[in-house]
């Protein structure tokens, strides 16, 4: 029946665009927020008759409208609105001081904080209702949310009772924007920021950007790159940037802006950026009072100082520790944080990138202000398909730190891939570092409540631009959702995040969710596979990061060059991270499980070992023979994937179905391509046998001189 009806209604959509009719198009602009109409059977069960608001504000007034858009949507009938309880069925939002029947009602609010909400079914008046309550407008903002969640996920909304409230501080989304619109590491097209158009206009964009943040409860965005250009802190930029922040805060989202070191020289003139000089202080002093004046909730810096070539106070002979402190001292008045990035390493060859940042670090345990907090990428080298979590979590009880995740795929396929993160976010958060003993996890470090720290929090490096779809695939847009909803919450399942993400984003079919939550649990364990299996690290192309490139020893550095990390050779692979001294930066018990060959995890074998080709695994197979069936594996998968997909039409438009369709078919041509150049160069080090029925289709040479963004004939 259901396919007859979509078979007519395809039929009435192709007629409608032939005569020009308004069939429109699903470019997946809505992301998650689409609103489709609810089944028959729900809607009989759960209408909402009307809504109930109080008092206005600008974050009351978004809550009650994206009330009105998405129950319309759901329910096909804009419910009444009106001031108070007249008949059962009624949604009543607001704060004790916005309704006086919230706070008739008595409702326990006190343990939700600044930012939580609670949904209840209630009785007004003798009448049956639901509350969305807070004690903030924008904790009403992400109840009403939530709510729409509810039905989404088609929840019944008789008997609710829901309370949720931020397990972290700060929840925000780091944009490697430059000033010209590019985007660094950005796979959706050009910045959503159009500099050009500011102060004057902000775009219909920029407003449902904020919807889509606080739909998930981001409360924060990092306007520029932290490679980050002097200019974004000139009157002329700070009067855009205003105007920006004016449109985010009715959504509770805070601005911040990177900053660059070296500004007190390039914009205020001075020969130093010495963070004791008192001249430099007075400067950031002066700049950050400006900023102030003009965006009164101003959120803080933050700071990449000292790697990869950015200046920094480690320049004048200072330490991060008082390079961090400086800014915080001028920011603390206004209560601004300084988020101050961990991410550095020495071009070294003799000492090991990984270790880098602990070493310089930790000394600086305790030394940090109060409105500091470290950003820490989740593992210690870069954003990897698979690390292990940075040692930096759980070293620093004395220093508040912050998850840095990347949400755009620089490592994992970038544009095309489908690779869900929920699972490798989950698998770091999850982690235990045995900081004070089991149950010391990275979720509790970064939360605040393993070390009782007051400033918490996950920054995601956006995966956005102004794409139509915003990040470049409709999947793409799941590790967006998911970053959000583990920010509010560390310790939410993967596999919850991707069932409420497709029920929103596609259908509530259940023969559609289950293959398709499936397909997403797999993918990223699918990338590991194709890319780097066992634990391997930092082989793909040098520079632009897309592609195969073990063999390359392109660049400056030695530990920019792929074998600095591979290490194979005649006797076996992978890096001896116990010699290194990195095995030792772990807490008991890990680093004695990390210290022998056989205990630790052979999906970070070749991460810690350097291991011998003929090496016994626990499959039986010989590392090689492991080795290639890992490459395998992960090509299978995505074709498992392709063949999921190829029976999931129904549910899906025609416009987005083809999307996913034809990236899972590049996909699969740039797995094979991994799997086949990787095996062919590291053959020649292991000199073993491929086994029976494979053998990679070209030479080693073929895939050496592959330019960028050619992938091998299939
Ligand atoms: C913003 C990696 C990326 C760089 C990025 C850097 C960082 O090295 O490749 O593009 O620079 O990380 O996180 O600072």
């Known amino acids: 029946m259901k396919q007859r009806l979509g078979i007519a209604l395809g039929l009435a959509l192709a007629l409608m665009s032939l005569l020009g009719g308004p069939a429109r198009a699903e470019s997946g602009y809505d992301l998650w927020l689409r609103y489709q109409p609810v089944e028959e059977d729900y809607a009989a069960a759960n209408q909402v008759a009307a809504l109930v608001t109080g008092q206005r504000s600008p974050t009351l007034d978004a809550a009650a409208l994206e009330l009105k858009r998405g129950l319309t949507g759901l329910f096909g009938t804009p419910p009444a609105q009106g001031s108070a309880v007249a008949a059962d069925g009624a949604l009543v939002i607001g704060t004790s001081k916005s309704m006086p029947a919230i706070a008739a009602l008595g409702l326990p609010l006190q343990g939700l904080g600044d930012e939580g909400y609670l949904i209840r079914s209630v009785s007004i008046d003798g009448h049956k209702a639901t509350v969305i309550a807070a004690n903030s407008d924008v904790g009403v903002l992400y109840g009403a949310f939530a ?44 910045s959503i920021w159009d500099w050009p158009a500011l102060p004057e206009h902000v775009s219909r964009r920029i407003i449902d950007y904020a919807r889509a943040n606080a739909s998930i409860g981001i409360n ?18 700070i009067e855009k940037e205003a105007k920006l922040a004016d449109a985010l805060r009715p959504f509770g989202i805070r601005l911040y802006l990177s900053v660059r070191w070296s500004a007190p020289i390039e914009l205020g003139g001075l020969k130093s950026a010495d963070p004791l000089d008192p001249a430099v202080k007075a400067w950031w002093q002066s700049k950050v009072d400006e900023i102030y004046r003009a965006i009164p909730d ?97 070293a620093m009880p004395r220093t508040s730190l912050m998850m840095e995740f990347q949400i755009t795929k620089e490592y994992l396929g970038q544009q095309t891939h489908l690779a869900y993160l929920g699972t490798l976010y989950e698998e770091a958060l999850k982690s235990d570092t045995y900081e ?75 023969a559609f969710i289950a293959p398709v939550v499936d397909m997403m649990m797999k993918s990223r364990e699918a990338v590991v596979d194709y890319m780097t299996p066992l634990g391997l690290a930092l082989i793909m192309a040098h520079g632009h990061h897309m592609g195969p490139g073990p063999w390359d020893t392109i660049g400056p550095r030695e530990d920019w060059k792929a074998p600095y990390y591979h290490r194979a050779d005649a006797e076996g692979i992978g890096f001896d991270r116990v010699a290194s001294g990195y095995v030792a930066q772990y807490h008991a018990p890990l680093k004695d499980a990390f210290a022998g060959v056989a205990t630790t995890p052979e999906d970070l074998l070749l991460w810690f070992h350097h291991v011998s080709w003929d090496y016994r695994m626990k499959s039986g197979r010989t590392l090689w023979q492991e080795l290639v069936a890992h490459y395998r594996k992960g090509v299978d998968e995505v074709a498992a994937m392709q063949a999921a997909w190829a029976k999931l039409g129904d549910d899906v438009d ?29 053959v020649q080090f292991s000199r073993r046998p491929f086994p029976e029925g494979y053998k990679p289709k070209y030479p080693l040479s073929y895939y050496e001189k592959m330019p960028y963004g050619a992938s091998p004939k299939p």
Request: charged letters at 20%; a negative charge.
């Open 147 to 190: 709510f729409l969640r509810l039905i989404g996920t088609r929840t019944p909304l008789a008997n609710l009772d829901v309370a949720s409230s931020p397990k972290t501080r700060l929840r925000v989304l780091d944009h490697w924007d430059n000033l010209n619109g590019t985007v660094e590491r950005g796979y959706a097209g050009a």
């Open 220 to 237: 924060g965005t990092v306007v520029n790159n932290v490679n980050a250009d002097a200019a974004f802190l000139t009157t002329e930029y």
């Open 298 to 394: 101003f959120g803080g810096f933050l700071v990449k100082a000292n790697s990869e070539g950015q200046p920094g106070p480690q320049d004048y002979h200072r330490t991060h520790a008082d390079g961090a402190n400086m800014i915080a001292d001028v920011l603390a008045p206004h209560h601004g944080v300084v988020m101050w990035r961990a991410f550095v390493y020495a071009n070294d060859p003799k000492i090991d990138r990984a270790t880098t940042a602990y070493n310089e670090f930790v000394p600086l345990d305790g030394k940090f202000r109060d409105n500091v907090v470290l950003q820490v990428k989740n593992g210690p080298l870069d954003f990897q398909p698979r690390e292990p979590f940075s040692p930096l979590f759980g």
């Open 436 to 510: 004070h003993g089991p149950g010391s996890t990275v979720a509790r470090v970064i939360d605040g409540s393993l070390d009782h720290h007051p400033v918490s929090g996950i920054a995601g490096v956006a995966n956005i631009g102004n794409d139509p779809d915003w990040c470049g695939s409709i999947f793409n847009q799941a590790n967006w959702y998911v970053f959000g909803r583990m920010a509010w919450d560390p310790e939410i399942s993967a596999r919850a995040v991707a069932d409420e993400w497709v029920r929103q984003t596609f259908s509530n079919n259940p």
């Open 654 to 682: 025609p416009e987005r179905y083809a999307q996913v369709r034809d990236f899972l078919a590049i996909q699969h041509r740039e797995a094979i391509w991994w799997r086949d150049a990787c095996l062919a160069y590291f």
